[in-house]
């Protein structure tokens, strides 16, 4: 008689792909030589897509300290011909580079010479191609890290922002786009927007040690592949970046100042749907009045603290 154990041994994917997330989290933040080396001999000889899939991305969570690193060592594995391992590159891109903008070089002379000395490629140059994919799962990728690199960001510190932008404000109104791709445009747009432009991606702390709860956090994102309420575990990755000044008792004070070195206009604020402008044929109807003597007998009939939200 069986004993349904046959399925449990290193020839069942579910496992190896449940050891590939212990590898990236037993040496999260290490960028571990052998470790990395593991990964990336799975991502290349293993004979399932999700396996190889989740090891290309699990290589972010070693080399997140490291973001620089991490566009040269998934270059080649974003052309691979499977699309999970494509897919996997993406997210790589995505979680290791989170918040950094990774495009420092904004002068094209000074980017040709780079490019051509040191074969430097920057994670946003390799994700941009990759929203044209063939395979909708992998445009979906693409735009969730395109979302995760440019988290507080702006036109001056990352020029293709602008671009960006407006590209998901295309494929989230196109009807006739694919349902994974519009859902992937639609949380870059929001990683990029998150938290009121107050927050942050980051997998490590401010002093350079590792974030555990934003290490698990990302992990669990991570498996929106099979759940999706699981994208919502993202926020456990979110550092706040706002300054609020106090005086001495804690309150809010009236002047206060912070020094800085750095140009204003790295910092300028950009209005949200300021690329969306109402066209001269656009009707607006107007909302029906309600007379506030309605409003009090509806709220003193059904007892509420507030105002239902059809009478708002």
Not at 275 to 292: E, G, K, V, W, Y
Request: aromatic share 10%; glycine share 8%.
């Amino acid at each position: 008689m069986s004993t349904g154990l046959s399925n449990c041994g290193p020839q069942d994917p579910i496992l190896r792909y449940g050891g590939v997330y212990t590898l990236a989290l037993a040496y999260a933040g290490t960028a571990n030589n052998e470790a990395v080396r593991k990964l990336l001999h799975i991502a290349v000889s293993d004979t399932s897509d999700d396996v190889r899939r989740a090891a290309v991305t699990s290589l972010a969570f070693l080399l997140f300290k490291n973001p620089g690193q991490v566009p040269r060592v998934v270059q080649l594995l974003s052309e691979s011909y499977n699309p999970h391992v494509r897919c996997g590159a993406t997210l790589a891109l995505g979680i290791a580079c989170a918040g950094t903008g990774l495009q420092v070089f904004s002068f094209p002379f000074l980017r040709f010479c780079i490019l051509l000395i040191c074969q430097k490629q920057d994670a946003v140059d390799i994700l941009e191609p990759m929203t044209k994919d063939s395979v909708d799962f992998v445009r979906q990728g693409a735009f969730i890290a395109l979302g995760m690199i440019l988290v507080e960001q702006t036109e001056a510190s990352s020029p293709s922002l602008v671009s960006i932008r407006a590209k998901y404000a295309k494929v989230i109104s196109d009807k006739h786009e694919d349902p994974m791709a519009r859902f992937g445009a639609v949380l870059g747009q929001g990683f990029i927007d998150s938290g009121g432009r107050n927050v942050t991606i980051s997998l490590q702390s401010r002093a350079g040690s590792t974030n555990t709860n934003a290490v698990v956090g990302i992990a669990l994102f991570c498996q929106f592949w099979y759940w999706f309420p699981l994208a919502h575990c993202a926020s456990l990755a979110f550092s706040p970046t706002g300054i609020i000044g106090l005086n001495g008792d804690l309150k809010v004070g009236i002047y206060w100042g912070v020094f800085h070195i750095a140009d204003l206009i790295l910092y300028s604020f950009r209005p949200l749907n300021s690329n969306i402008s109402p066209t001269p044929n656009q009707a607006f109807l107007p909302i029906p009045h309600r007379p506030n003597h309605r409003k009090k007998k509806l709220l003193q009939k059904s007892q509420l603290l507030f105002f239902p939200r059809q009478l708002r």
